[in-house]
């Protein structure tokens, strides 16, 4: 299974940030800091409708130099809202991500239920542990022997070969395969 195929609900979040619609940004903005997150999820009748992000507080409140207590979340969230299903591959999440230019996307299950949620971070955290995994691997692949001879590939006489696919080969020759 590659990176790619690995779907969102083993990476998503499961404890979302969620308020009510007709609630404050004073707040859905406390409650961000309580969940250390960077937005919020719009509920109604239990079901996600839209999104509020620390980029929607700052252009649509901030800068207009609004009240946050005086701002309904409804007002100024991102609607409708893109959504995944759990078994979405983290690839075509990421798709979404980049073709949308959003960085979060809420994981709804077969009848509309909120169940998680997946970021860009998430993501780029996987793809560095599988980076680093794949890595491993491959040094595990190209075993080291404390041989001194003639590399098998370009002829020259060294203190170190390496072992590769039972040929052996110097320093300069490891380094081109790596």
Known sequence: MTMTDIPVKEIMTREVCTIGKDDNLLNASKRMIEFGVGSIVIIEDGKPIGIVTEKDILYKVVARNLLPSDVKVKDIMSSPLITVDPNTSIRE????????????LPVVNSNGDLIGIVTDNDILSVAIDLGEFAELLKNEYYEVEELSGKCEKCGRITDKLYDVDGMKICEDCYEVLR
């Open 93 to 104: 999440a990421s798709d979404i991500m980049k073709k949308r230019g959003i960085r979060r």
